[in-house]
């Protein structure tokens, strides 16, 4: 029985993948940020509904010629019908334009999922995500495989004839992993605490240390003003060598309240409210752009383009 399974699955992989000798006609450099979506995102959606299930999601990038490198990705939101993923096209436009406001210089370059081997159904989901792209790339991770290789395996479209048939097939195309020094701190840190061999990372080595540093610093200071207010309500004699030592340390102190220290805080404060601030108006304006697409939907479809009185448009 096993046998048939795996016979099936095998010819069900070559149905759609293409003649083994098709060289691919790109090459892709693959960021970890975009891996560790794709897991998050399988690892909480199975989370949610207590089963492992299909996800599906953007990814997006730049392009330079032949070659592209995949900076990082986003969900996309699909229907089942009648055993067919539909992507809500509604819902990638409304993420595209986030996206495009925040990372102006990338582009839709494909789609992923999860699961094993490509199949059939991969097929028809990827020539609706033609439709936005004309070659887009495909990427399957397979987050229950238990070989030492990293599941993943990534994919381009190609026709061919087959039986006389012009016919869309998968041709796997070899990737390499372009890591900048940001991500490989936040993998390497995310892969030992994560790991069950107890290793700390270097950022948790840091922290760590930053945190004892901190609260040794915290106890002495108030070891230093438990001792002069003791000294100030006479409950302790005076002791003129360790006076001078604590006005000594305080001169060292940097002066707080000079010019330029208020200038240097104020422009900080206001950088970080108007961060804020401009979050809240993108916000805003995407809730109202949403209410005015649905007004003009309803103020058509019920108005039938007549010109209600009191209304300006």
């Known amino acids: 029985m096993d046998v048939d399974m795996v016979g099936e699955s095998s010819d069900s992989e070559k149905n759609v993948m293409a003649n083994p000798g098709t060289a691919g006609s790109v090459t892709v450099s693959l960021h970890p940020l975009v891996i560790m979506n794709v897991s998050e995102h399988w690892t909480r959606s ?14 997006i990038g730049k392009q330079k010629g032949r070659h592209l490198e995949v900076f990082n990705s986003f969900e996309l939101v699909f229907d089942n019908v009648d055993s067919d993923v539909i992507i809500d096209r509604e819902y990638y436009n409304t993420k595209e334009e986030q996206f495009k406001q925040v990372f102006s210089d990338m582009d839709f370059l494909g789609w992923y ?6 199949n059939e159904s991969d097929i028809k989901v990827h020539k ?5 792209n004309e070659s887009p790339i495909f990427l399957k991770l397979n987050p229950q495989s238990r070989q030492a290789d990293l599941p993943l395996k990534i994919y381009e479209s190609v026709i061919d004839i087959v039986n006389g048939d012009a016919t869309l097939l998968f041709a796997e195309i070899p990737y390499t992993l372009a890591t900048e020094d940001a991500e490989r701190i936040g993998v390497d840190h995310v892969a030992r605490m994560s790991s069950d061999t107890g290793e700390n990372s270097s950022v948790s080595d840091h922290l760590i240390a930053q945190h004892n540093a901190i609260k040794m610093l915290h106890h002495r200071v108030k070891l230093i003003l438990e001792y002069v207010k003791a000294v100030q309500n006479d409950e302790v004699p005076k002791n003129h060598e360790i006076l001078r030592d604590i006005y000594s340390l305080c001169n060292r102190l940097p002066v707080v ?26 916000k805003g304006c995407n809730s109202l752009n949403h209410f005015i697409n649905k007004f003009s939907v309803l103020y058509d479809r019920h108005g039938l383009g007549r010109r209600p009185r009191g209304l300006i448009f």
């Open 257 to 282: 309240s000079s010019t330029t220290f208020k200038g240097d805080f104020f422009t900080q404060c206001n950088d970080v409210a108007l961060i804020t601030y401009l979050g809240t108006i993108t």
């Open 113 to 118: 999922t999860t699961g094993g081997s490509a």
């Open 128 to 132: 609706q995500v033609c439709e936005i």
């Open 46 to 59: 199975r989370a949610q509904d207590g089963k492992p299930v299909q996800v599906l999601g953007a990814l």
